[in-house]
């Protein structure tokens, strides 16, 4: 059986500077997404929680997609049905207490009742045991990805104080928190891997632009999320710019439920007549590749396959074939019904509007009319399916595999709830998970990825790169595929 220890891969994260002085100065940070609260087991919170350095689990991935221990110390799988979990001698709580086996089962515990939807990740019914710093998992079923599924921001260790408040392990710890406004750091100094920077202030600037004019005005040292067309303007200013592959892809979500897109064909026909290319050269400037499979394939993921493609001709002609007729107007009909829909998206992601607008026009070459809708609250709408189809962007892997992509848009899920459902796909997930044989688990996933392919209830867009833009001082950003690692303790200023 496998055993994943502390020394097994390269990772900076858990190791001190040679040169540590004790953390100084201030880094201000603008970002287009936040935490929703200080509790990581409220919503998505622990995934920014984790981002920000405040929160950690007990596994991680690293920038070369290598699972590694964190406050584990090693893993080992003793049988299909458990799971050994060895806790590092030297991590501790802020408040100082050390994390042992009894801390992490009890901060488990919490997580899985707190976050029914876990339950694909950590199976309902699996047991934990504590002995010292040796946690004992037993799962009621295999669970081929539990190890990876241990780096899940979902399962960040925690306890809770006195006050209520929530406690973490992390190299910085919350010292101010506004909702959707801002959010103070400080160096935790009993972190086992000192802090260089003092205090990081993180600021919400939904607007790109204005991220770029607080760049430009010296009130923030690093951007996240830049655009491509900004580059020339970052340079001008002086700042470092980080580009890199990482594991976000922009896709179009259909609402299989709603006509038109309960008829296959339409779903086929958008998905060849969109020229991917043309959205990376268009909105992208090329900073980014097309996306025919259900995740980036340049991030080191395995086993995915295209299965999409750009081909206008025979986008007509799947059309032509359902009966869509061109009408004198050049809209399709059929039955007395207009080929037409409403494709919505969401400005927190700058890219998403554009990607949009070209969307419409290579989709009305085919006889497709679209109407383009701001959607303001995303998530929501993905919960309830209040949308006809929309532009989705998403982090595909943050465990270091595709079990997110294909659990969150092509199985039930809370943001795919009675949308697109397919009883085979269902099937041959199950039997993926539970598996721990990598051939298997590599003919599973082919076969899943074949079966959605040819339903697309998704369109795959485009895979952007990141782009990261830090002031002249700013020093040691280490750039990661993975957006729920992005303040690293050693990233300093001055």
């Given at each position: 059986?496998?055993?994943?220890?502390?020394?097994?891969?390269s990772?900076?994260?858990?190791?001190?500077?040679?040169?540590?002085?004790?953390?100084e100065?201030?880094?201000?940070i603008?970002?287009?997404t936040?935490?929703?609260?200080?509790?990581?087991?409220?919503?998505?919170?622990?995934?920014?929680?984790?981002?920000?350095?405040i929160?950690?689990s007990?596994?991680r991935?690293?920038?070369?997609?290598?699972l590694?221990?964190?406050?584990?110390?090693s893993?080992e799988?003793?049988?299909?049905?458990?799971?050994e979990?060895?806790i590092r001698?030297?991590?501790?709580?802020?408040?100082g207490e050390?994390v042992d086996?009894?801390a992490v089962?009890r901060?488990?515990?919490?997580?899985?009742t707190?976050?029914p939807?876990?339950?694909?990740l950590?199976?309902?019914?699996t047991?934990?045991?504590?002995?010292?710093?040796?946690l004992?998992?037993?799962?009621p079923?295999p669970v081929g990805?539990l190890?990876?599924n241990?780096?899940?921001?979902?399962?960040?260790i925690k306890?809770?104080?006195?006050?209520?408040?929530?406690?973490?392990?992390?190299?910085?710890?919350?010292?101010?928190?506004v909702?959707?406004t801002?959010?103070?750091l400080?160096?935790?100094?009993?972190?086992r891997t000192?802090?260089a920077?003092?205090?990081?202030?993180?600021?919400m600037?939904p607007d790109?632009?204005a991220?770029l004019?607080?760049?430009?005005a010296?009130?923030i040292?690093?951007?996240?999320?830049?655009?491509?067309?900004?580059?020339?303007?970052?340079?001008?200013a002086?700042?470092?710019?980080h580009?890199?592959?990482?594991g976000r892809?922009?896709?179009?979500?259909?609402?299989?439920?709603?006509p038109?897109?309960?008829?296959?064909?339409?779903?086929?026909a958008?998905s060849?007549a969109?020229?991917?290319?043309?959205?990376v050269?268009?909105?992208?400037a090329?900073?980014?590749?097309?996306?025919?499979?259900?995740?980036?394939?340049?991030i080191?993921?395995?086993g995915?396959v295209a299965?999409?493609?750009?081909?206008?001709?025979e986008?007509?002609?799947v059309l032509?074939?359902?009966g869509?007729v061109?009408?004198?107007?050049?809209?399709?009909?059929k039955?007395?019904?207009?080929?037409?829909f409403a494709?919505g998206?969401y400005?927190?992601r700058?890219?998403?509007?554009?990607l949009?607008?070209?969307?419409?026009d290579?989709?009305t070459e085919?006889?497709?009319?679209?109407?383009?809708?701001?959607?303001?609250?995303i998530?929501?709408?993905?919960?309830e399916?209040?949308?006809?189809a929309t532009?989705?962007?998403?982090?595909v892997?943050?465990?270091g595999?595709?079990?997110?992509?294909?659990?969150q848009?092509?199985?039930?899920?809370?943001?795919n709830?009675e949308?697109?459902?397919?009883d085979?796909?269902?099937?041959?997930?199950?039997?993926?998970?539970?598996s721990?044989?990598?051939?298997?688990?590599?003919?599973?996933?082919?076969?899943?990825?074949?079966?959605i392919?040819?339903?697309?209830p998704?369109?795959?867009?485009?895979?952007?790169?990141?782009?990261?833009a830090?002031?002249?001082?700013v020093?040691d950003?280490?750039p990661?595929f993975?957006e729920?690692?992005?303040i690293d303790p050693?990233?300093?200023i001055?």
């Amino acid at each position: 059986m496998a055993t994943l220890t502390a020394c097994s891969a390269s990772d900076a994260s858990n190791e001190a500077p040679d040169d540590a002085t004790g953390p100084e100065g201030t880094l201000t940070i603008g970002e287009n997404t936040f935490p929703t609260a200080l509790d990581a087991d409220v919503g998505f919170a622990g995934y920014t929680l984790m981002a920000y350095g405040i929160a950690e689990s007990l596994m991680r991935v690293t920038p070369d997609n290598e699972l590694v221990p964190w406050v584990a110390e090693s893993v080992e799988q003793v049988d299909p049905l458990t799971l050994e979990v060895t806790i590092r001698d030297d991590v501790t709580f802020w408040d100082g207490e050390k994390v042992d086996a009894t801390a992490v089962q009890r901060s488990l515990e919490r997580s899985v009742t707190e976050q029914p939807g876990t339950d694909t990740l950590i199976p309902a019914g699996t047991t934990f045991a504590a002995d010292g710093q040796v946690l004992t998992i037993t799962t009621p079923e295999p669970v081929g990805s539990l190890s990876n599924n241990l780096a899940s921001f979902n399962f960040t260790i925690k306890k809770v104080a006195d006050d209520g408040s929530l406690v973490y392990t992390g190299p910085y710890r919350y010292a101010e928190f506004v909702e959707q406004t801002s959010i103070v750091l400080e160096a935790y100094e009993g972190h086992r891997t000192p802090a260089a920077v003092a205090t990081i202030e993180v600021q919400m600037i939904p607007d790109v632009s204005a991220r770029l004019l607080a760049l430009q005005a010296g009130d923030i040292d690093m951007a996240y999320a830049m655009l491509p067309s900004l580059k020339p303007q970052l340079e001008a200013a002086g700042m470092q710019i980080h580009e890199y592959p990482f594991g976000r892809q922009n896709d179009l979500v259909f609402n299989v439920n709603r006509p038109p897109f309960d008829d296959v064909a339409v779903r086929q026909a958008i998905s060849l007549a969109i020229d991917r290319e043309a959205l990376v050269d268009g909105v992208l400037a090329g900073s980014g590749t097309p996306a025919y499979a259900l995740a980036p394939e340049d991030i080191g993921l395995t086993g995915l396959v295209a299965t999409q493609e750009f081909d206008l001709a025979e986008a007509g002609e799947v059309l032509d074939a359902a009966g869509w007729v061109e009408g004198a107007d050049g809209i399709r009909t059929k039955d007395g019904d207009r080929l037409a829909f409403a494709l919505g998206y969401y400005t927190s992601r700058a890219e998403l509007e554009p990607l949009a607008t070209i969307i419409r026009d290579q989709l009305t070459e085919i006889g497709i009319e679209v109407k383009l809708e701001s959607i303001a609250d995303i998530n929501t709408a993905m919960a309830e399916n209040e949308f006809d189809a929309t532009l989705y962007s998403y982090n595909v892997a943050p465990f270091g595999e595709i079990d997110r992509a294909i659990g969150q848009l092509y199985t039930p899920s809370s943001t795919n709830n009675e949308r697109y459902s397919n009883d085979e796909v269902n099937a041959l997930f199950e039997q993926y998970r539970t598996s721990l044989d990598e051939a298997e688990r590599e003919d599973l996933l082919r076969q899943i990825q074949e079966l959605i392919g040819a339903d697309v209830p998704v369109v795959y867009l485009v895979n952007p790169n990141q782009i990261v833009a830090t002031a002249p001082d700013v020093t040691d950003f280490t750039p990661h595929f993975l957006e729920n690692y992005k303040i690293d303790p050693a990233l300093g200023i001055g």
